[in-house]
């Protein structure tokens, strides 16, 4: 294990606000994660890529750093990858599309660990984290064991799962197990990927998914931000049907289940605040779902910006947005929810 001081926070998190990390704990193995003192206990943490540090005291950190992979073959068609949580989630898509494998392609570029990945269920253009996960090797700090939960009881929803809820603060997600196939298995029906044609290859998706987001999102490591700020509401149809009568070019996305999600973009867009800055945090011009750090920006900044954004679309939407970025830290000065 290694322990790390008064790390600097900006490289801790892809936000890139200033801040100090007091204490560090970098794992390599299950036996590390038994020496972590747990009173109190750390927040285990990834890449930062979802993580915004609003100090001034913050909690001490764990990182699980393990990254090696193994491929079991099934049959002629199928593959389970074990990797391990500290492995970079993009480049194991990389590497999976230049073994032949299908899978992951659409989740290209998504910026994390492949240990984060399973806690907001990491999703993009049509496929989500669930939908190729077969198992996740949790350590549990109380026990000090390791337990391999199924698919079903990571109880995967949208950018939720167990972890994020009753699994919070009991341990580490230390691998992950995925299901890829030498079979095609092309998910085109997003816009962007639609106008590829039926047979294409594994490199045409992985391609097109990185040139779509490349056109809107920011790349971290130019511009700081955390992908989509917000996420996406998911309303009761019959409030989405009442707020179509009055906004009737407002984008709406059912979900056959009596709710549609509305895009958190549009309505902050239709709020006006596109481009709009509060000192060097802005609201990104090419999507206004990204909030991004032009280098300056402080936490007080971002949480007046997050504050206006809540505000505006709830008095002209009455629909609540809520944050999909975690915000760590205990300045509570705005209604936003802040964990620690
Ligand atoms: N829109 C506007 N104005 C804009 C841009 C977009 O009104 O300037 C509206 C459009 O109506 C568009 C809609 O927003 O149809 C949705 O935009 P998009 O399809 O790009 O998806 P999103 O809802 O903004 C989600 C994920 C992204 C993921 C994309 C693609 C969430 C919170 N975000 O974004 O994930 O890459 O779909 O699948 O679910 C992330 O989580 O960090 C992330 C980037």
């Not at 609003?54 to 699980?64: M, Q, S, V």
């Not at 494998?101 to 570029?109: D, K």
């Not at 070019?249 to 979900?255: F, G, L």
């Not at 056959?256 to 481009?275: R, T």
Request: hydrophobic share 40%; proline share 5%.
């Amino acid at each position: 294990m290694e322990l790390l001081q008064q790390q600097d926070g900006r490289l801790l998190s892809t936000f890139r606000l200033a801040a100090v990390l007091p204490t560090v704990y970098q794992c390599y193995s299950t036996e590390d994660l038994a020496k972590v003192p747990l009173s109190p206990r750390p927040r285990v943490h990834g890449e930062g890529s979802n993580t915004v540090f609003i100090g001034p005291e913050l909690p001490a950190l764990c990182r699980y750093m393990a990254s090696a992979k193994t491929l079991n073959w099934l049959d002629d068609d199928r593959a389970e990858l074990h990797v391990e949580a500290g492995h970079n989630w993009h480049q194991l898509v990389q590497w999976t599309v230049s073994q032949g494998l299908w899978g992951l392609e659409n989740l290209a570029l998504i910026p994390g660990s492949v240990g984060a990945a399973p806690v907001q269920n990491i999703g993009a253009y049509g496929v989500e984290l669930a939908d190729r996960c077969r198992y996740v090797d949790f350590y549990h700090w109380d026990q000090q064991r390791l337990e391999r939960m199924t698919v079903e009881q990571c109880r995967f929803g949208y950018r939720d799962s167990v972890f994020k809820r009753e699994m919070a603060g009991r341990g580490v997600i230390v691998a992950v197990g995925l299901m890829l196939t030498r079979q095609p298995q092309r998910v085109l029906t997003y816009q962007g990927l639609d106008q590829l044609s039926a047979d294409c290859s594994l490199q045409q998706v992985f391609d097109t998914v990185i040139t779509v987001r490349q056109a809107k999102l920011p790349d971290p490591a130019e511009l700081a931000n955390c992908g989509s700020f917000f996420k996406n509401p998911l309303l009761p149809d019959a409030d989405v049907k009442a707020l179509q009568q009055r906004y009737t070019a407002m984008p709406v996305y059912s979900q056959g289940n009596g709710y549609s999600k509305v895009p958190a973009a549009w309505l902050i867009d239709q709020a006006g605040f596109k481009g709009k800055q509060v000192g060097d945090v802005g609201c990104y011009h090419k999507q206004p779902l990204v909030l991004v750090n032009y280098g300056q920006g402080q936490a007080s900044d971002l949480l007046t910006l997050i504050a206006q954004i809540q505000h505006q679309v709830h008095s002209r939407f009455g629909v609540t947005l809520e944050p999909e970025v975690q915000l760590v830290g205990r300045q509570a000065t705005t209604q936003t929810s802040v964990v620690s």
